[in-house]
């Protein structure tokens, strides 16, 4: 692979192991770092393009076929369901390689995949995901949330690997027609709902690290609970930084099951220690990024008493989430407080902690909605986060309370909503 001599240089001015050891803040290393890999990267052709691959044929929802069970489940009642772990009787698989494009999607007996020992997705980790819910709304009325967010975030995963383009509305189309074979499966109380799992994988068979020649788009399902089992209870959190989930340049911003696995042991170690999740930091500044494998949400009392609720940035570090990007949206739109997607250290939260301006925490994200805070643990140290001041015995704060009851009216279609889509 030929690399151009200004690529080659915008790579030697990155010396990681040399300016890490040096002061810096946030903007002049960690996002020159990611601008500088990215035109690096741009201008030198380091990544093949996948349009020299003629596709012949779309994905297209027209030709799917459906194969419905002749074995049906039995269902489990509401109260016996663990967070993802029961299926439906169906799946959506579909197929496509290279040259020839997607095959017709299918709607299938849910089972298990065939795939040869090769296949990419094994040896590569050449695979992203999405999750997204289907609700009940008060008349039975079978509704999805941002379900398009959803699709273009899948678009934009597949493109990091060099997995196939595929139409983002026809994909939908194939997913609301699964939702509408397994519809007895959606739980029809409030809090339960069905989680639906769209992923795609490389199948193609070559030990050899490039495009995979082949791949699967397969959706399954899952009727769910509560994801925390204590329920809508605040957690403690364990200030993470000899662990990274993410780094500048990397794919933070992309749903890839390669971001989670090396998470699992830091959350072991966490829940070993007495902590829910891994508050991430990044950088000798100890920047907050994510929460688990959820968004962050702090609201403080800034030094002119005005209450500002404040997110990370969305720097290529963070995963854009639609939970995420709802809130904001909320909060905005009620005009209350001051909105921020802005940067934020331990040594801004250890000193509004101090000065008693912390006056809630949150973590946000499609399976668990909103997860309230309650302490902070950083090195070696313990942070109680303020609940409800108003109420000893409430596990949230007044305004977490309400983005989780106003998140859950919409998507639960109590109240009528444009992100409410019915199917």
Known sequence: ??????????????????????????????????????????????????????????????????????????????????????????????????????????????????????????????????????????????????????????????????????????????IKQLVRVDESWIPDKKGYSLYIRPSMIGTGQALG?????????????????????????????????????????????????????????????????GHAQNLWLMGDQHYLTEVGTMNLFLILRTQNRDIELVTPPLDGMILPGVTRDSILQLARQWGEFTVSERSITMGEVIEAHAQNRILEVFGAGTACVVTPVRNIHYEGADYPIPLDPNDTTSQAGPLTKRFESAMMAIQFGEVPHEWSVAI
């Not at 691959?53 to 489990?76: D, H, N």
């Not at 000899?242 to 699992?264: E, Q």
């Open 1 to 174: 692979m030929k690399i151009s001599s200004a690529a080659r240089k915008k790579f030697t001015d990155i010396s990681f192991v040399t300016e890490l050891n040096k002061p810096r803040n946030r903007k002049s290393f960690f996002t020159s770092a990611i601008v500088n890999t990215s035109k690096a990267i741009n201008s030198s052709n380091m990544i093949p393009q996948m349009s020299s691959e003629p596709v012949t044929r779309p994905f297209t929802a027209k030709t799917l076929q459906i194969q419905e069970t002749t074995k049906p489940k039995v269902k489990q009642a509401h109260n016996e369901l663990v967070f993802g772990k029961t299926f439906t009787d169906h799946m959506l698989v579909c197929e496509w390689e290279a040259g020839e494009g997607w095959k017709n999607p299918s709607i299938v007996p849910y089972g298990p995949l065939s795939l040869d020992p090769s296949c990419s997705v094994f040896h590569y980790a050449i695979e992203c995901f999405e999750g997204m819910k289907a609700y009940k709304d008060p008349e039975g009325k079978v509704l999805l949330f941002r379900p398009e967010a959803n699709m273009k975030r899948l678009a934009k995963s597949a493109s990091r690997l060099l997995l196939p383009t595929f139409d983002q509305d026809q994909v939908l189309e194939c």
């Open 209 to 273: 690290v490039g495009p995979s020649s082949k791949a699967m788009l397969f959706v399954i399902m899952s009727p769910v609970g509560p994801y925390w089992k204590e329920g809508f209870n605040a957690v403690s959190l364990l200030a993470t930084s000899n662990f990274s989930r993410a780094w500048p340049g990397g794919v933070g911003d992309c749903k890839l099951g390669g971001n989670y696995a090396p998470c699992i042991r830091p959350q072991v170690e966490a829940q070993r220690l």
